[in-house]
Each structure stands twice: as structure tokens, then as C-alpha cells.
């Protein structure tokens, strides 16, 4: 059936601009697809015979309507995020990367070859991204293929749009979880692609990514091996991690000295273009202490940024200079990065973008700081692009599909309770509304306050596919 939203709508016009409209109305088709925007159109019952009249409606519509302290806004895009590493969110004491690896997380990755203990973890990860307004999120699964496939099959049960990638890596990590040779690791990610490309032909809902985790645990063959099956797969994504941290960088400098790729310029992102991993497909995540030429290098390609704000911080890995990669003129989103980060949510870590925005300007450049806007940008229309699904999702337009949320602040009544229609005090959360703020006042203070009790309603593709009851 064809839906009609009705009422108010924000999203991204550009990096530091949101189109707030109210008493719009947008029309969905029974595909998902946004068929009409109208901007101005006053009443619901006068849109309705406007879009009958010029027989967009082909019968009975389904209308959604927002009320007092309610918006529409995108869905959000989680650009990194470990789906089997979810158990493991807040439990990394002390530790940095590369012993936050050994520690915590191998282990953790490698118990989900157990399928019903990756049943349980899968689909609790997805249901509690969705319940964040997660409508896209770019996974990393694990070694197993088995596994793997089936969080692509969860994902599509669920209507969770979802890049899945198996994991590849053949050496450095430990004997018990690790591919065995490049030919094997290869051949597992062709069977997993073949899986996910089969359950999900059009790529509409769930997407196979090419995941090398990261060049440390990668060799040189599988790598270029990776590169060559992107070559030969050119719809196909590719995800992995650069610059997180300085132990790491290290690292890669001494396992891959030019001469063991060929690479033409001796860096970190160097050895991903010598494998033919660093394309306008690839998605990289962290890019926290890039010298210039890298970031020069990564522009050049195309290749895009997903900046992970609360991992960066958690693991302390250090802060990425969001500002400085965006006027180089590279495409960046928000990543959670579970369980380097200890959030499920975008919303989190647009707020998180933003303060760690500001320790950057602490650090002198004033300039570095981002804005409400930004973030939320970062969140959605950003984010769109790093996945490569801009034509798709991340704002409103006709053409588009319906990957959107509902979100209700608190409307404070005139006794200091909070009875608005959206919910009573603890549905509403720490989102109050007094009445006399601006919209853009309203959003900083969902941005900055905002959680899941916020997001009342998720759809993707114009499927209901979550509900807070
Ligand atoms: N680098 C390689 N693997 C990982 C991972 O799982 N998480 C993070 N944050 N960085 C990594
Ligand atoms: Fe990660």
C-alpha cells in the first residue's frame, strides 16, 4: 500500500545546512520509493486530493502524521561496525588496539563459529541497531562463513539495509582464528558473496563488502588477491581499517616495507593502492594520524572516511581531524565501530564527532570545530555516500527511498510535567521541550541529549521495521 507522511521533516540540504519542513507531506509507493515531496501544501486532506487528482495515489494510502515535538528525519548510516563484537560493548578496561585485539576481541570473534551463539548475538545486534535509527550499517562479521551469511540472511529478515563482509585475515592473529592461506581466505569470500548475492540479487536490502580487517593481519598475496577480486566484482564495496593507531602504524611499517608491494608512496595507505584495495568503493575506517601525502593519496582515489569518534576515544586511539579531511575533499560518515566504541548509536557518536571536534580546536584550530549540522550530515547524507547508496537514502527526494525516523521530544506542560502526546517523562528521555525554542534549538538538543527513547518509529525502503512501544 502506498503511505502518505504528513507533517514535519528535517534533513541534510548540504554539510552545514538542514531543510526543515513543516506541514509537508511526502508520498511513498508500495516499493519504498518517495514519489512526491510537497513542501507546502497545507492540509493533509488538501495534499491528499492534490496527489489523487494527479493520480499518484492509486487508491487507499496509509497516513503517518507527526504531532507536537515529532519530526521525520533520515535514517541513520553506521559506516563501521563490528555486528560480532556486540557482547563485548564497554568491557576494554585500559587497553589500546593491538591488546584490545588479543584480549578481547579474536576470542570473542572467534566463539561466534558456534551458530547458535551467532544467532543470538546477530539478532540482537541488529535489533538494537534498528532501535537507534540505524537504517544502513556497514558489518563486520567474522572468519566463519557460515556465520557471516547468516547475519545477511538476518539482516534481511529484519529489513536492516546492511553491507556484510566476511572477515579475511591469514596472519599475525592467533593460530585458533586466523585463514590458513590467501587461496583460502579467498575462496571463503567468494563463497560468501556468492551467498549473500543469491538470498538478495538486486542488492536491495543486504550487500556483500570485501573486508580485509586490516593490513597487519593481511599478507601481500591476499591482499592483492582482494584488490583483483574487487577489480572483477566492480558493484561490490570494500571496508577495511587505516591510522587507528601508532603501534599499528608502526607495525605496518615494518611488515610492509615499498618493496614488498611495490607501493609508490612508503605509507600505510600506500600499501592499500599498491593492492588495489584503495578505489572510490572503499570504505576506511578510523584515519586518525594520516600524514598529508596519505591524505592526499586517499582524495585522489576517491576512497571514503568513516570517522569512529567513540572508539578513537575509548581505545584511545586518538583524535581524527574530521575538518582537515573534508576540505582535502574526502567524503566522510560515522562509523560506532562495536566494540572499539562502546555505543550502538549514530546519534552517540555524531555527538561524540562533535566533541571530539572541539578537543581538536582545543588543539589550535579553531576551525576544526563541527556543528549540529555537521554531525548530522556526517550521520545521514555522509554516510550515504561513503556506502555508496547517495542515490538512495540519506534525505528526502523524490526518487529516493523511505529509510526514515520518527523521532519525538518531550513537550513539557505548564505544571513541569512532561504529558505531550509523543510520551510521558521516561518515554521522552532527557529531551525536554519548553515550547519557545527554534527548531534548530529542538535539534541541537535531541544531538546532544537524544537516545534510543527518542526514535518512536523506523522504516527502510517504506517498511515499518521497528516500533517503540
Ligand atoms: N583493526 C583491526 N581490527 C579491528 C577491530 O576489530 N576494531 C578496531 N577498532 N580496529 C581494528
Ligand atoms: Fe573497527
Not at 249 to 267: H, N, Y
Not at 364 to 375: H, P, T, Y
Request: hydrophobic share 40%; charged share 25%; aromatic share 8%.
Amino acid at each position: 500500500m502506498a503511505q502518505l507522511f504528513y507533517g514535519s521533516f528535517i534533513y541534510s540540504k548540504s554539510l552545514d545546512e538542514l531543510e526543515y519542513l513543516h506541514d509537508a507531506a511526502i508520498l511513498v509507493d508500495n516499493s519504498g520509493k518517495i514519489v512526491a515531496v510537497e513542501k507546502e501544501c497545507g492540509t493533509k486532506e488538501k495534499v491528499v486530493e492534490k496527489f489523487v487528482n494527479q493520480k499518484l495515489v492509486p487508491g487507499d494510502v496509509k497516513v503517518h502524521e507527526t504531532v507536537e515535538g515529532q519530526f521525520f528525519f533520515p535514517g541513520f548510516i553506521d559506516t563501521h561496525l563490528h555486528a560480532s563484537q556486540y557482547p563485548n560493548v564497554g568491557i576494554f578496561g585500559k587497553s589500546t588496539l593491538l591488546d584490545w585485539l588479543n584480549t578481547y576481541t579474536f576470542p570473542l570473534e572467534a566463539s561466534l563459529a558456534d551458530p547458535v551463539k551467532a544467532r543470538k548475538v546477530y539478532g540482537r545486534v541488529i535489533r538494537k541497531t534498528l532501535s537507534h535509527g540505524t537504517t544502513c550499517a556497514a558489518y563486520y562479521a567474522t572468519i566463519d562463513v557460515a556465520s557471516t551469511n547468516l547475519l545477511a540472511d538476518l539482516c534481511l529478515a529484519a529489513g536492516q539495509r546492511a553491507l556484510v563482509g566476511r572477515v579475511c585475515m591469514d596472519q599475525l592473529s592467533p593460530a585458533y582464528y586466523r585463514d590458513e592461506t590467501p587461496e583460502a581466505a579467498l575462496a571463503s569470500t567468494r563463497e560468501s558473496i556468492a551467498y549473500i548475492q543469491k538470498i538478495d540479487p538486486g542488492m536491495e536490502i543486504v550487500r556483500p563488502v570485501i573486508t580485509p580487517r586490516f593490513a597487519p593481519s593481511c599478507s601481500a598475496p591476499l591482499m592483492k588477491g582482494l584488490g583483483k577480486l574487487a577489480a572483477e566484482m566492480p558493484t561490490l564495496p570494500i571496508q577495511t581499517h587505516i591510522s587507528e593507531n601508532k603501534n599499528e602504524i608502526a607495525l605496518v611499517r615494518e611488515l610492509f616495507p615499498p618493496s614488498s608491494t611495490g607501493a609508490k608512496q612508503d605509507s600505510y595507505a600506500g600499501v592499500y593502492d599498491a593492492c588495489g584495495l584503495l578505489t572510490d568503493r572503499t570504505i576506511l575506517a578510523h584515519a586518525v594520524h594520516l600524514s598529508e601525502d596519505e591524505a592526499d593519496l586517499i582524495a585522489s582515489r576517491k576512497a571514503k572516511v568513516s570517522h569512529c569518534p567513540c572508539s578513537n576515544s575509548a581505545i584511545t586511539s586518538g583524535a581524527a581531524r574530521v575538518r582537515w579531511l573534508l576540505e582535502k575533499g574526502v567524503t566522510c560518515g560515522l562509523g560506532t565501530d562495536m566494540s572499539g566504541g562502546y555505543s550502538p548509536s549514530v546519534l552517540e557518536a555524531a555527538r561524540l564527532a562533535a566533541l571530539v571536534s572541539r578537543h581538536v580546536a582545543m588543539g589550535g584550530d579553531e576551525r576544526a570545530k563541527l556543528s549540529v549540522e555537521e554531525v548530522l550530515y556526517l550521520a545521514t547524507k555522509g554516510g550515504a555516500e561513503v556506502v555508496g547508496l547517495e542515490a538512495k537514502v540519506g534525505a528526502f527526494e523524490a526518487g529516493m527511498e523511505w529509510d526514515a525516523q520518527l523521532i519525538g521530544l518531550g513537550i513539557v506542560d505548564s505544571e513541569g510535567g512532561v504529558t505531550g502526546v509523543s510520551g510521558g517523562l521516561e518515554e521522552d528521555g532527557n529531551v525536554d521541550v519548553f515550547g519557545w525554542e527554534s527548531w534548530q534549538d529542538q535539534v541541537a538538543k535531541w544531538v546532544y541529549n537524544g537516545d534510543d527513547r527518542n526514535t518512536k518509529k523506523v522504516w527502510v525502503r517504506g517498511r515499518l521495521v521497528h516500533e517503540r512501544k
